[in-house]
């Protein structure tokens, strides 16, 4: 009957040619290991990378869609923030003052970017390399809206998931619509908006 095979013996050394027992068992040195956990970093640095797509018109972006980003960074590597260009529908801000915002809000992090866009949102996820599709919801309203969208999207565009995030319940009551609106009326708008940033700064005075 043939004896068991030993297990490697792991020694913490310093780096050196690899060592052999007595019995002409391979011991494990520090630099073997060390290769081996290199060799796993690398796996890891090179896997492929979850894209996130946030869509939607953000006019303005919001306190509220803040917190659905924080959300998708907690899933995804990157995310991109798409603005929806409808040409036809005019708005509080122009396309490229909603970008600006974005863009300065997450100016310091480089796993958020802002582009937008014109084409259907599930093509154009597919073209920037994205494995989901993110929708924030408040109500069950917006839910029942949403699983419709999901369900039209499902089959044309099955590669993609749709990530329905819940907004916290103190951001609720917080819209575009909701911040558009009170700037008519003259009302200060800075509870409802990003921290550091003022609204005024990107809206175009006629």
């Known amino acids: 009957i043939s004896k068991p095979k ?23 040195t520090r630099y073997m290991c060390l290769r081996f956990f290199s060799y796993l970093w690398k796996l890891y640095n090179f896997r492929m990378k979850r894209i996130a797509l946030f869509p ?5 972006f919001t306190r509220g869609h803040q917190s659905l980003v924080d959300s998708a ?10 603005v929806g260009d409808n040409v036809a529908k005019r708005g509080l801000l122009d396309i490229g003052a909603r970008k600006r915002l974005i863009a300065d809000l997450y100016a310091d992090n480089e ?4 582009t937008s866009y014109t ?3 599930g093509e154009f996820a597919r073209k920037e390399g994205a494995c989901a599709i993110i929708r924030g919801v408040r109500n069950a309203s917006d839910f029942d809206f949403e699983r419709s969208i999901e369900a039209v999207n499902r089959q044309l565009f099955p ?24 700037l008519a009326f003259g009302h200060d708008v800075n509870d409802f908006m990003p921290e550091g940033i003022d609204i005024q700064k990107y809206i175009v005075k006629n």
Do not use: N
Not at 8 to 14: A, L, M
Not at 73 to 82: N, Y
Not at 111 to 114: C, D, E, H, I, P
Not at 164 to 180: C, D, F, G, N, Q
């Open 159 to 182: 590669e993609l998931t749709t990530v329905i995030l819940v907004a916290p319940s103190h951001l609720t009551h917080i819209s575009s619509s909701v911040v558009r609106e009170l």
């Open 73 to 82: 960074l907690r899933l995804f590597d990157e995310v991109i923030i798409a």
């Open 111 to 114: 796993r958020v970017s802002v």
């Open 6 to 28: 030993k297990r490697p013996i792991i020694i913490i050394k310093r780096a050196g040619r690899p060592r052999y027992d007595s019995e002409g068992q391979k011991i494990v």
């Open 119 to 121: 084409t259907l949102t």
């Open 56 to 60: 939607g018109s953000f006019d303005p």
